[in-house]
Each structure stands twice: as structure tokens, then as C-alpha cells.
């Protein structure tokens, strides 16, 4: 693979240097700047992440672009570490034409050399989304346009972020899935530095004050709760309360007259709830005790079971879904991993509402409305679909990459999500 870059950077017209170990590189970096540095994962024995973390103490090194020579499975593990830190990164084995097209691209699109001229040439070459990712690293305005025998597209971007996509009448996702689709054709790429002129003044209000809805303050609920009750002339007292012990204990006492009539009580084993699960442990079991003594007395109570659910199922689903949107975000980039991973979230809404309360802002998945207040409407169900659904359509999408399983996206959590049956038969 290193011949084969040495080649490609030959055919650009710019001079090679070979270094058969991470220290050699080291001393040779310290005392030369070069235009890019380009490296295997694993040299002599040294991973990429050690290497990088040694340049940090060269400063002069800070806007030099890289890119690393990775396999599928390496990838993935340095993504799970959150470790990925090179500019580019080139999935082994690839062809002499696309190294060629992304260390030019990035080496112009980094700033490193002058852009005379816009940026263009076969698609085939480089990708459309190789491409965009590149706009979305380097914080690029201006507007790409694609091209086919019978098409023509364009984007239109502002400080890396994508704000509209067009392909003749088609717009937003259904104008990307058709150019996802081209398979051949020619890219044109136009930077400004500043607003483009044909942005509306709106768009640029979009990027620079963000419309995302920040999670609605959660209620403060304390570890014990009291009501009172009436049903058929009798009047009960409701009194709940959590007993954070070595054996975390939850316990409801109700009375009549001033005399207890009924005592219901959960435990737990030490060191499965934690604070977050106290407050809502609390909540559901009030909750569900009153609720069956207004319906029914007593008697309710004898025929009904209680159900509880910890919080930490929801904040399990949610790493879930940053976990599988980081992976995928990382080989598609921001805005064709968000289209879609919003899309297959719309499309569950009807039967799994509570889906519609979860945004994303940034990596994060932040909970909104209902779901903010209550958590533990978040099924299993829903998510698990939500999830494998974003991640078939995102492989089906874009030959050439290729997109793991959902059981190997989410691997670190595999054994807490079997658990709770996220993954399907």
C-alpha cells in the first residue's frame, strides 16, 4: 500500500519520503515540515494513535493534513476508542486513481497548496462522499456541483456544513438518494471564503445561531413521595419512599385511619441503581399505586401487578445510538449520516412516538418534550428497529464503503444490550 501512495503522490509531482519506523518519522518531522503526512495504522510494532499523540509536541506540525492507511476492522476499533484522529483515512485495499484524487483534494482543501482554479474532475476518482467529508473537516463555504450526462447537481455549503442540495426539482434527501446513486459523472468544487453571494441571508442566520431545541429542565423529584386517595368514602394516605442501603430498598405504606393496611416493597441488588434510578423508581411506583387505589381500593391492589423499569435501560439505548451514528458518521460523514438517521426515525414516529422527542446536536443524542421528562417511555423495540434500519439503508447507499452490522457497530455494548433484548432472533 505505501508503494502504492508513493506512486500516487509521484504522480502529483511531489517528492516521497519512506520512513520504515514511527521514530524515524519522528526524527525526520521534527526537523522538516512536509505537505502532508501519510501512514500505516501499525509501523515496527507502534500503533498511529501513539505516533500522533507524539507529533502534538512538534507545534509547526498542528495544520499539517494526514491521512492513515486502514482496514475495515481497524477503523472500527479505533472509532469504538474514539482515537481517530487523521484528517483522511484510505480503506485498504484502494485504487491508485482514488489516492491520487484524495491526497490532492485534501492537500488543496487543507490550504496547503494555492487554489487557483476551482477543484473538479471524475467523480469515480476521489467520491461524493469522500468529498464532502473533506468540506465538512476544513469548515469549507461555497458550492459543489455534480454532474452526469443527464444530470446536474449541486450543494451548496457554509462553513462545512451542508444547508441545500439540488438535483432539478428534487431537493434535501430525496435530491441526495438519486445523487448517491450516479455512478459515474464530473465534480466541480467552488470555494468562498466568506458567505457565497446566492446564499439568502437566512441560510447564514441558520448556521451561525442554530436552531436546536435544548432537553426541557427535568422536574426534581425527591426519594420519597405522599398522596392521599378516596374511593367509595374511604380515604387512604400514599406514602413512598427510597432507602438507599446496601440492599437498595423501595417501599410504599399505605394507610387508612392512621394505620397501615397494605405495605409493598422492592429490592434490589447492591450496586444496580444509582441515583437517576431512585428518582424514577420512586415516581413509577407512587405513580401506579395511586392510580390503581382511585380505580379499584384495596382490592386493585391485590389483582394488579406493579411494573417498574430502571432509567439506565434509556441511557444504555442512547449510547446505543451514538456509538452506531459515530461509526457511521465517520465513514459517510455529518450530513448523510444525519439525513438519514432522522429519515428512518420519521418513519417509526407513528408507532413508536417517544422516537420523535430525540434530537441530535452534534454526536449527542439529546432528549426533548416527553422523553426528557419521561425516560423510561423508551423502548427497546423502537430503537433496536430504528437503528437497524438507519444501518441497512446506510449500506445500501453508497457502494464501496462498507458499513458493519449492527451487532458489530454496537460491540462494547453487546453483552448489556443482549440483555434487554435490543437485538432481534
Not at 491521512?67 to 491508485?96: G, M, N, V, W
Not at 424514577?280 to 411494573?307: D, F, N, W
Amino acid at each position: 500500500m505505501v508503494k502504492k501512495m508513493e506512486a500516487a503522490v509521484a504522480n502529483l509531482g511531489y517528492p516521497f519520503r519512506t520512513a520504515k519506523s514511527f521514530d524515524q518519522a519522528y526524527q525526520f518531522l521534527a526537523n522538516q515540515k512536509p505537505l502532508m503526512i501519510i501512514s500505516e495504522n501499525v509501523l515496527a510494532g507502534r500503533s498511529w494513535i501513539d505516533f500522533f499523540k507524539s507529533l502534538t509536541g512538534i507545534p509547526a506540525l498542528f495544520d499539517v493534513p494526514t491521512i492513515c492507511l486502514l482496514t475495515e476492522k481497524e477503523l472500527i476499533e479505533l472509532i469504538s476508542a474514539q482515537e481517530f484522529k487523521a484528517d483522511d483515512y484510505l480503506i485498504k485495499p484502494f485504487r491508485l486513481r482514488e489516492a491520487r484524487a484524495r491526497v490532492q483534494a485534501l492537500l488543496m482543501l487543507g490550504k496547503r497548496l494555492p487554489l487557483t482554479s476551482p477543484l473538479g474532475g471524475e467523480l469515480e476518482d476521489i467520491g461524493l462522499i469522500p468529498l464532502l467529508k473533506l468540506i465538512e473537516r476544513n469548515g469549507l463555504s461555497g458550492r459543489l456541483q455534480v454532474s452526469s450526462e443527464t444530470e446536474k447537481a449541486e450543494f451548496l455549503f457554509l462553513q462545512g456544513d451542508v444547508i441545500k442540495v439540488m438535483l432539478g426539482e428534487l431537493k434535501g434527501r430525496d435530491a441526495l438518494e438519486r445523487i448517491l446513486s450516479l455512478r459515474g459523472g464530473n465534480f466541480n468544487l467552488e470555494i468562498d471564503e466568506g458567505i457565497p453571494p446566492s446564499y439568502p441571508q437566512e441560510w447564514a442566520a441558520m448556521k451561525i445561531s442554530p436552531s436546536i431545541e435544548e432537553p426541557s429542565p427535568e422536574p426534581l423529584i425527591p426519594l420519597g413521595d405522599l398522596s392521599q386517595v378516596e374511593y367509595e368514602g374511604e380515604v387512604f394516605q400514599v406514602q413512598t419512599e427510597f432507602i438507599p442501603c446496601e440492599t437498595p430498598t423501595l417501599t410504599t405504606l399505605i394507610l387508612r385511619g392512621g394505620e397501615v393496611v397494605r405495605k409493598i416493597k422492592h429490592q434490589w441488588e447492591p450496586g444496580t441503581i444509582d441515583i437517576r434510578d431512585e428518582k424514577e423508581l420512586v415516581r413509577q411506583q407512587h405513580s401506579q399505586v395511586v392510580s390503581h387505589l382511585q380505580h379499584g381500593g384495596l382490592s386493585a391492589l391485590e389483582t394488579s401487578k406493579l411494573e417498574l423499569r430502571k432509567s439506565g435501560d434509556y441511557r444504555l439505548l442512547l449510547k446505543a445510538v451514538e456509538l452506531v451514528y459515530s461509526h457511521v458518521r465517520q465513514k459517510l460523514g455529518s450530513f448523510v449520516s444525519k439525513t438519514y438517521l432522522l429519515h428512518l426515525k420519521e418513519l417509526l414516529t407513528d408507532k413508536y412516538p417517544y422516537l420523535d422527542e430525540l434530537a441530535i446536536a452534534g454526536s449527542r443524542v439529546v432528549l426533548n418534550g416527553l422523553a426528557a421528562r419521561r425516560p423510561e417511555l423508551i423502548e427497546v423495540e423502537g430503537v433496536s428497529r430504528w437503528l437497524g434500519g438507519f444501518v441497512k439503508k446506510c449500506a445500501s447507499i453508497a457502494p464501496g464503503i462498507v458499513i458493519p452490522p449492527l451487532a458489530e457497530l454496537t460491540f462494547p455494548l453487546r453483552e448489556q444490550l443482549q440483555k434487554i433484548g435490543f437485538y432481534p432472533p
